[in-house]
């Protein structure tokens, strides 16, 4: 509590205040910088399940002076939407338990408070939900695999897993047409049912993040590395001539496949992203991304810099989830270099921080100080009200 004073102090002489987030737009009047929190599917406090939930969310934006919601309505195959595609029985649920459609409602309540609504979705991560309707419809073929040709969910342990720690659920394979088809139908469901979301949010738009990791696929005996879904590997083969499954010979080799596999989820978030912009230029485009840009690119082929260069996001939330406030310090610093075209919001992990508020606001105001373009919370229910009396 010391220290939130003498900073609240220094803050005031400076003219300043922590997390506070005032620019100057171009007629010189000050509005708040983006901050955001996620509300997460597995959110204890049902918020989509009654129309008091919606009211109490949006309540809690305003003490804590947020002003975008990323909203998860597509998580694990599942609809948490009025869907004519995807599994809606968990919309079905909130709309039997609240007595109407509580998402409509959220984005009208949201718009008139000025808050954003951002659709939140899971693109290649399915959890562990093996009844997943794209599963029902192509099976299993259309999963990523390792190169020892496991998919990522464990079924069944091997020597190899004293030595790796593999993401255990299921994840889509970003090289595999039916699935980007797939993404692609549920993103455009989504823009056109629901026209009052200010943008798309995507989620697990990247490849099975092991650790350890080889950085490239030159080390593939020392780590554990994805892309070896069949269809993946077969185009990649039409492509060059390569077979990967036989063996990558040299240098050259190595590389493409990597390249390969990086530019199959960048093609994924290019085509996204066109589809959403067609719709309309006012919905932005943002995924939540591994904050460290060496390992984003070597480990989960998730190219987000280049992305940001090229300008088909709008922007990425750095997950940056720790304890260590030095280490979130030098993540977030170091990814603002990387901003291209875009922009670089800084995650941060709340749950981490929930009972410890003094060192929730050393963090906050150890990021807020590199100045990022905006800040996220994970997550809602974690925003108890000692956490928002750093916050109002």
């Known amino acids: 509590m010391k220290a939130k004073i003498l900073l609240l102090i220094l803050f005031c002489v400076l003219g300043g205040r922590p997390g506070a987030g005032a620019q100057d737009d171009a007629l010189g009047v000050k509005t708040q910088e983006p901050r955001g929190v996620w509300v997460s599917v597995f959110s204890g406090k049902k918020i989509l399940y009654s129309e008091q939930g919606v009211y109490d969310l949006i309540a809690q934006c305003k003490k804590a002076r947020i002003n975008e919601i990323y909203l998860q309505i597509f998580q694990s195959g599942n609809a948490y939407y009025d869907s004519r595609i995807g599994d809606k029985t968990k919309y079905s649920q909130m709309v039997a338990s609240a007595g109407l459609d509580t998402l409509d409602l959220l984005l009208r309540e949201a718009s008139q408070s000025n808050i954003k609504v951002f659709a939140w979705v899971n693109v290649l991560g399915l959890g562990r939900n093996d009844k997943a309707d794209i599963l029902k419809k192509y099976g299993n073929s259309i999963l990523t695999r390792d190169q020892y040709l496991r998919p990522s969910k464990i079924s069944t342990t ?209 990021v807020t100080a590199l100045a990022p373009d905006g800040i996220v919370f994970y997550s809602i229910d974690d925003l108890n009200d000692q956490i928002i009396g750093y916050l109002d």
């Open 158 to 366: 091997t020597e190899l897993d004293k030595y790796y720690q593999r993401e255990d659920m299921i994840f889509l394979e970003p090289g595999d047409p039916k699935v980007e088809a797939y993404a692609l139908t549920i993103i455009n469901e989504i823009i056109n049912r629901y026209p009052l979301f200010s943008g798309i949010h995507l989620d697990y738009i990247r490849y099975p993040s092991p650790v350890p990791f080889p950085p490239g696929s030159r080390f593939n005996k020392f780590g554990l590395t994805y892309g070896y879904g069949p269809a993946n590997i077969e185009r990649f083969r039409e492509k060059t001539g390569i077979n990967v499954l036989d063996t990558l010979n040299n240098e050259d080799e190595y590389l493409a496949w990597d390249n390969w596999k990086r530019q199959q989820v960048t093609d994924l978030v290019r085509k996204i992203s066109s589809l959403v912009r067609v719709k309309s230029l006012a919905l932005t485009v943002s995924c939540a991304v591994v904050p460290v840009v060496e390992r984003a690119y070597a480990n989960a082929f998730q190219d987000w810099s280049e992305w940001l260069d090229e300008g088909i996001v709008d922007y990425v939330v750095l997950m940056s989830y720790t304890k260590d406030n030095q280490f979130a310090k030098e993540v977030v610093k170091s990814a603002l270099g990387h901003r291209g075209k875009g922009k670089i919001y800084a995650g941060i992990g709340v749950f981490l921080m929930k009972n410890n508020p003094d060192l929730f606001f050393n963090q906050l105001h150890a």
